[in-house]
T-cell receptor, first 111, second 115 residues
């Protein structure tokens, strides 16, 4: 089975940096995804890691350590529009299986 | 990124009626589509997985006779909520991927309210 943990809520200040952690336990790991979901909207793809290390994409970076079952999403220069839920999702090597999502971290960016 | 559309975006219906939700992949052929349900402040819960041309695989606890899924083509899947009840009120989201191992792209979701 798969188990994914991430903090329920976080608050950060506009212009600051925030790190959202995700730990997972899975058999047959084959990649970790981060999605952003604004209230009442569907998730949008942010990043994908399958090898250890840091993937940088503009203000957002995602890190993976497969040996530790750990990932984080780093958001720099926070903007008010970054207030959303951030979902960590894990893919299995098992054929024809969907992503398994964590419960999401609700980030509030304050002035 | 790939584009997935859903229709309608919002629907209100009376208890006992049926509602059909369409999910389309607009610029790619989706061999697999997934249907999720999300209650307020909760995570996405997978309902079923459908492959084009074959029967959907439902998750445990999801009634296949109540939630009818048809994946008739590589660009269209439909979810029909039959005999809807107020407890079926939720946010329904479809997701599509082109091939095994590809990124899943999500539709904009359909908010269903059953009165």
């Amino acid at each position: 089975g798969q188990n994914i943990d991430q903090p329920t809520e976080m608050t950060a200040t506009e212009g600051a940096i925030v790190q959202i952690n995700c730990t997972y336990q899975t058999s047959g790991f084959n990649g970790l995804f981060w999605y952003q979901q604004h209230a009442g909207e569907a998730p949008t793809f942010l990043s994908y890691n399958v090898l250890d290390g840091l993937e940088e994409k503009g203000r957002f970076s995602s890190f993976l350590s497969r040996s530790k079952g750990y990932s984080y999403l780093l958001l720099k220069e926070l903007q008010m529009k970054d207030s959303a839920s951030y979902l960590c999702a894990v893919r299995s090597v098992q054929r024809n299986t969907p992503l398994v999502f964590g419960k999401g971290t609700r980030l509030s960016v304050i002035a | 990124g790939a584009v997935v559309s859903q229709h309608p975006s919002r629907v209100i219906c009376k208890s006992g009626t049926s509602v059909k939700i369409e999910c389309r992949s607009l610029d790619f052929q989706a061999t697999t589509m997934f249907w999720y349900r999300q209650f307020p402040k909760q995570s996405l819960m997978l309902m079923a997985t459908s492959n084009e041309g074959s029967k959907a695989t439902y998750e445990q606890g999801v009634e296949k006779d109540k939630f009818l899924i048809n994946h008739a083509s590589l660009t269209l899947s439909t979810l029909t909520v039959t005999s809807a009840h107020p407890e079926d009120s939720s946010f329904y989201i479809c997701s599509a991927r082109m091939r095994e191992g590809d990124t899943q792209y999500f539709g904009p979701g359909t908010r269903l309210t059953v009165l």
